[in-house]
């Protein structure tokens, strides 16, 4: 293909061409305003059709955040909520039983279970979420728990992480979320959230889902207070646990979600003054993203956060996935996101056929859904290009 008047890109877009490895300084040039945008979608979009194809992948699934309520105080947080304040809640069986009864009635594959870390609440209230919904709508995948819900499990119970994993395992949980990553690196990490599990407790978590089976989504929140440093340290300590995983024989991360950080209502946005990241940073994150971890299959494009128009048009940047109907999400709305709170099917494959990808159906696990009039079967493991 000619080459762009540019010439920036020429050593890593050789790279780029012959399959190589991104090196830490790489990662740092593609983040420079000097590089330009249209190109540096150009290369991440060789590596996402050589490793997807032209497929623009989405599922239909529901969030389920049980509480609000919750002992950290994390400055970026909108959601949290104090015990006594008027918007905390706390569901009990009877409404955690409705949404699972919801979510089945419209046809979802997944429930994507996060929420606050009550500090009335015992550790089998957490495992009754999962149990509750797996024994009563076993055909919901049950995505739950970030490291940081895990780690606090482990210090409700006095148990070791990989003990937590398998009796949330053993109660129906099928993957972990990718969620309370934030920014690893402790300059930031000490700054914006710094009582709740550190690096080093997140990569354990992930670890021992790993070696126990279970899949899991990995997470970067940018555009606060941290600088392109931190972002490719973040990468790279990813792609640095997915070789471990590899060469251990396991699967590990299928996701990587760039998330943008919202500033409204948080304390961190309010005293900083921080503006949200452009639609032109977002499709930055995205590239360098797809560029930088060539160990991990899927970038999703999470419209909830950045817009339904900028995940569009991630289909294009990098991003292969552009996540699923998503009813019910909180988190993001609480911070400020003016995206609408659910978002039909047919909505999802309009968007990414405009994009010019073949909208494919799947299930949390990456398997192809297959829907009939007598309703939706598991299709095939759906391959990807090493």
């Known amino acids: 293909m000619p080459r762009p008047s540019s010439d920036i890109l020429a050593p890593i877009r ?23 945008l249209p190109e540096l979608g150009e290369l991440a979009n060789i590596v996402r059709e050589r490793k997807n194809g032209n497929a623009g992948y989405y599922n239909i699934n529901t969030h389920l955040n049980a509480t609000n309520i919750c002992v950290y105080r994390c400055t970026f947080c909108a959601f949290r909520s104090d015990l006594r304040d008027a918007k905390g809640y706390w569901m009990q069986d009877e409404e955690i039983l409705k949404r699972g009864a919801e979510a089945t009635e419209n046809g979802c594959t997944e429930m994507h279970i996060v929420g606050g870390l009550h500090h009335q609440a015992k550790y089998d209230w957490y495992r009754k979420v999962v149990s509750l919904l797996h024994d009563n709508y076993p055909s919901l995948h049950l995505k739950a728990w970030t490291p940081v819900e895990i780690d606090w499990f482990a210090r409700l119970t006095k148990k070791p992480i990989r003990w937590v994993l398998e009796d949330q395992k053993e109660a129906g949980l099928g993957s972990l979320p990718g969620g309370g990553a934030e920014i690893f690196h402790p300059e930031i990490r000490g700054q914006i959230c710094e009582h709740k599990a550190d690096s080093s407790r997140w990569f354990e978590t992930h670890r021992e889902a790993h070696r126990l089976g279970l899949r899991s989504n990995c997470t970067m929140l940018y555009g606060h207070i941290e600088q392109p440093y931190h972002r490719i340290d973040h990468l790279i300590r990813l792609r640095d646990h997915q070789d471990a995983m590899n060469a251990e024989g396991h699967a590990g991360f299928q996701t ?7 500033p409204e209502n948080n304390k961190l946005g309010e005293e900083r003054k921080i503006k949200k990241p452009s639609a032109l940073m977002d499709l930055r994150q995205m590239a360098i993203a797809r560029l930088m971890l060539d160990n991990i299959d899927h970038i999703k494009a999470y419209w909830i956060m950045l817009g339904v128009g900028t995940a569009q048009l991630s289909l294009a940047y990098g991003a292969d996935d552009i996540d699923g109907t998503v009813r019910h999400e909180l988190i993001y709305h609480d911070a400020g996101a003016t995206t ?47």
């Not at 061409?17 to 000097?34: M, N, Q, V």
């Not at 990587?256 to 919202?262: D, G, M, S, V």
């Not at 978002?343 to 398997?367: C, F, H, K, N």
């Open 256 to 262: 990587y979600i760039p998330l943008a950080f919202h």
């Open 340 to 386: 609408p709170e659910v978002m039909s099917v047919e909505q999802i494959q309009r968007l990414i056929r405009e994009a010019g990808r073949e909208p494919i159906e799947r299930d949390t696990l990456y398997r192809r859904v297959d829907r009939g009039a007598e309703g939706w079967k598991l299709g095939e493991k759906i391959a990807v290009n090493a």
């Open 14 to 36: 050789d790279k780029v061409e012959a399959g190589e490895r991104l090196t830490f300084d790489d990662g740092l040039l593609l983040e420079s305003p000097e590089v330009p």
